[in-house]
């Protein structure tokens, strides 16, 4: 019985140290099944990376310093016709109310000197034919009017001249935008699941 016991407690402790030198044995880390991360360029470093070739700052000052030139510097040559009509338009117009100006300007000044201080009489004939049938309150209205048009034409002047240098920074901005072949635009017909109703849809697609 003795030997009995003496052969159960050995058995007893060799299953525990067996157990115990299983649970010891480190488990290797399979580090060369794992398979390279390739590492692509993020976006912001896409971004960047446009930004640096194609700077929005160098195409904002060239158009600052000449009308046109940003757009040249974007390679947006068939918007030149557009800047410069707008520019060559005020410009004309203000060449126009200027010279309208100068004459109703003067009309007046000689009517108004003959009618209250009996002067400038010999200056009557300069008078452009079309002002000399005019009162001097109408010339004083339409002296005021073209007057105000100067102006205005000044001011769409410069108005032009900051879009100019605005449309050139967009663009500028949009040569960094995605159009990756990842990125799809195209018309589907059919039955559209958010409009609940058939017709054409307009399907924008990001990503795969």
Same mark, same amino acid.
Not at 25 to 54: E, F
Not at 175 to 198: H, I, N, Q
């Given at each position: ?99 309208? #100006?100068?004459?109703?300007? /003067? ?5 108004? =000197? ?5 002067? +400038?009489?010999? *200056? ?27 102006? #205005?034409?000044?001011?769409? /002047? ?5 879009? =100019? ?5 967009? +663009?500028?901005? *949009? ?34």
């Amino acid at each position: 019985m003795r030997i009995l016991f003496v052969f159960l407690l050995v058995s007893l402790l060799n299953v525990l140290s067996a157990t115990a030198q299983e649970k010891e044995i480190p488990v290797p880390l399979k580090t060369d099944t794992v398979p390279p991360v390739k590492q692509k360029l993020s976006g912001s470093s896409r971004y960047d990376s446009a930004m640096k070739a194609h700077s929005p700052r160098t195409a904002a000052i060239r158009s600052a310093m000449l009308p046109g030139l940003g757009q040249i510097y974007n390679k947006k040559y068939w918007k030149l016709p557009i800047v410069y009509g707008a520019l060559g338009t005020c410009g004309g117009i203000f060449l126009y109310n200027l010279k309208n #100006y100068r004459d109703t300007r /003067f009309a007046y000044r000689v009517k108004y =000197n003959m009618a209250y201080n009996r002067t +400038d009489s010999a *200056l009557y004939p300069q008078i452009r034919n079309n002002l000399k049938p005019l009162d001097i309150e109408s010339l004083r209205y339409y002296r005021n009017s073209f007057r105000r048009d100067i102006d #205005y034409s000044v001011l769409f /002047f410069i108005l032009i001249w900051g879009l =100019n240098v605005v449309d050139a920074t967009v +663009d500028a901005h *949009l040569k960094s935008f995605d159009v990756s072949p990842e990125l799809s635009l195209r018309v589907k017909p059919g039955y559209s699941d958010m409009a609940k109703t058939k017709g054409l849809s307009l399907l924008l697609k990001i990503g795969k």
